[in-house]
């Protein structure tokens, strides 16, 4: 284990930026530098990825702490090796992603509507503020506490409040057994079928539908998952972790589509209960009828794909297909984007982390 500390080269990085009123671009392994508006890859970087390592974990209380350059990779792995994961199932997209770069996109896999997302499980977090001033937030145990919840407002904001230095995290252990069952159905079947596996008592970890295809994966005791398989029906399938690593790091067909030049995908979160959208496109639906994918063409109508999203309680991200015309993310309420801009000034008064990667307002 590694003694905590706050790198010099760092802090001096934002000390400078401060004075010179200089707008830096965070980047760790830049795996997610398709994400987000890119007018903010324009800035200045500052790579955190030299700054790595495990602090501090212990096996029996499923905590761990790291560095935010730490590579996800070398994480899991660890994890792995003590029969325990990361319950978020956090998407690498290529293999220099980064614990910091998870934290700060804030970004779930398919077992996100069964066990919880990121924000659930992120125990407390070190981090250089805007004024190169070292916080401490939380802590290794889950308690309540008064105030602002720092440590999980950090979680998705991109870099736009702070550079993380480091995160602690709850862990799981690993199911002993995984199943993956395949049903054929339609779109309004599957998002009906989805909805029974949530209201029952089923050891449910991801759910997608593709291509008139249901693929539920059952992570438990062999017992429990027998069981489970018993009452669902359904085929098992072959290379089922194969599968649900291409549906997490969008090495799918179906995301790869998504990546050129000629189609844009859209993310749309929206309530689970929401019937089949009337959207033009293809579709890939996860988290139980909560996370729709949309893969469109390049000239689809983007405000009639966030209004669809909005009438169902929900927001769409443009997450392949970056247009400088088109907002990455749902645009916020003026209500929304006041509380967003008054957090900026409270974090980073100067604006130099990250401007515009969430939103061309900050």
């Not at 779930?108 to 981090?127: E, H, I, Q």
């Not at 599968?243 to 589509?257: D, K, V």
Request: one cysteine or more; proline letters at 7%.
């Amino acid at each position: 284990m590694q003694a905590q500390a706050t790198p010099d080269y760092l802090l001096q990085a934002i000390t400078q930026a401060i004075e010179a009123k200089q707008a830096l671009c965070i980047r760790g392994g830049g795996s997610k530098d398709f994400y987000g508006n890119s007018q903010a890859l324009q800035h200045t970087a500052l790579n955190t990825a030299r700054w790595q390592g495990i602090v501090d974990y212990e096996p029996s209380e499923l905590v761990v702490t790291a560095r935010a350059g730490t590579p996800l990779a070398d994480l899991e792995k660890l994890l792995h090796e003590h029969g325990q994961m990361l319950a978020f199932e956090p998407p690498y997209f290529n293999t220099t992603a980064t614990l910091g770069g998870c934290a700060a996109a804030g970004l779930s896999g398919p077992r996100r509507a069964y066990t919880g997302a990121v924000r659930d499980y992120v125990l407390g977090m070190k981090l250089l503020d805007g004024q190169g001033r070292t916080l401490s937030f939380g802590g290794q145990v889950m308690k309540n506490v008064a105030g602002y919840d720092v440590s999980r407002l950090m979680v998705g904001a991109m870099g736009t409040l702070s550079l993380l230095l480091e995160v602690s995290l709850k862990v799981l252990p690993r199911p002993a057994t995984e199943r993956t069952l395949c049903i054929p159905t339609n779109q309004p079947d599957a998002i009906h079928f989805m909805r029974r596996c949530s209201a029952e008592p089923l050891p449910v970890s991801a759910t997608c539908f593709l291509d008139d295809q249901l693929y539920i994966r059952l992570s438990g005791p062999e017992s429990a998952v027998r069981t489970a398989h018993g009452r669902l029906g359904g085929d098992i399938i072959a290379g089922g972790a194969d599968f649900w690593e291409s549906i997490r790091n969008h090495t799918h067909p179906f995301f790869q589509q998504g990546k050129s030049a000629e189609k844009m995908l859209w993310r749309l979160s929206i309530q689970a209960t929401t019937p089949a959208l009337p959207l033009p496109g293809k579709q890939l639906i996860e988290w139980g009828g909560a996370l729709r994918w949309l893969l469109t063409d390049k000239d689809t109508d983007a405000t009639m794909i966030r209004q669809h999203a909005a009438n169902a309680g929900g927001h769409a991200t443009l997450f392949y297909g970056n247009n400088p015309a088109i907002p990455v993310f749902h645009p916020l309420s003026p209500a929304l984007l006041r509380i967003h801009q008054r957090l900026k000034q409270q974090f980073d008064p100067a604006g130099i982390f990250n401007p515009q990667r969430l939103y061309p307002e900050f």
